[in-house]
């Protein structure tokens, strides 16, 4: 089992739609998570930190199940600007803060 | 503010050759990493250094070396460039690496192709 497995996608969705990915993490000790937007092979930006059962930020929520280990975010009302790779991201546990990405989801938001 | 600084953001090598990709960070993060991503996979860890005058491998340290100059500054070098190396490089920098809840914060990348 990969340390942190996504799903594949892409994901088509029309402008408006709500779309939810999910992502799986094998180490149970890690404590908190992240999830990142990339745009074409520029660098990996970050979107949102989860460090308990879930942050919101906007259009944006993303929920932590620790019990069945899976991370997901949920963007509302998509816009053409949310097309990017979201990459989920869980830290290595006492490793010097090393981090393990996720091999990405892409979403394509269509007119 | 710049954040996480890489230079170059193009090269173009000839195989044998060698280079180094220079990373600054201005944010007096101790922990500094690199990265390569090549179509199709996930970022791959290179080299990290958690803490000033530290340095480790990561996944894939073949074919590289690494410096933690001082705090702000993380060079990677290519001493005899390979095809194989034709990648995006990234650099990124985190505040504190015995924190588990801190992100990285990435420069924009190098683009690197080895003929």
């Known amino acids: 089992r990969k340390e942190v497995e996504q799903d594949p996608g892409p994901f088509n969705v029309p402008e408006g739609a709500t779309v939810a990915f999910n992502c799986t993490y094998s180490n149970s000790a890690s404590q908190s998570f992240f999830w990142y937007r990339q745009d074409c092979r520029k660098e990996p930006k970050l979107l949102m930190s989860v460090y308990s059962s879930g942050n919101e930020d906007g259009r944006f929520t993303a929920q932590l199940n620790r019990a069945s280990q899976y991370i997901s975010l949920l963007i509302r009302d998509s816009k053409l600007s949310d097309s990017a790779t979201y990459l989920c991201v869980a830290p290595r546990y006492n490793q010097g803060g090393k981090l393990i990405f996720g091999q990405g989801t892409e979403l394509s938001v269509k007119p | 503010n710049a954040g996480v600084t890489q230079t170059p953001k193009f090269q173009v090598l000839k195989t044998g050759q060698s280079m180094t990709l220079q990373c600054a960070q201005d944010?007096?993060?101790?922990?500094m990493y690199w990265y390569r991503q090549d179509p199709g996979m996930g970022l791959r860890l290179i080299y990290y250094?958690?803490?000033?005058?530290?340095?480790d491998k990561g996944e894939v340290p073949n074919g590289y070396n690494v410096s933690r100059l001082n705090k702000r500054e993380f060079s990677l070098r290519l001493e005899s460039a390979a095809p194989s190396q034709t990648s995006v490089y990234f650099c990124?920098?985190?505040?504190?690496?015995?924190?588990?809840?801190?992100?990285?914060?990435f420069g924009d990348g190098t683009r690197l192709s080895i003929l």
């Open positions: 250094s958690a803490s000033e005058g530290t340095t």
């Open positions: 944010m007096n993060h101790n922990s």
């Open positions: 990124a920098s985190s505040l504190n690496p015995g924190d588990s809840n801190q992100p990285q914060h």
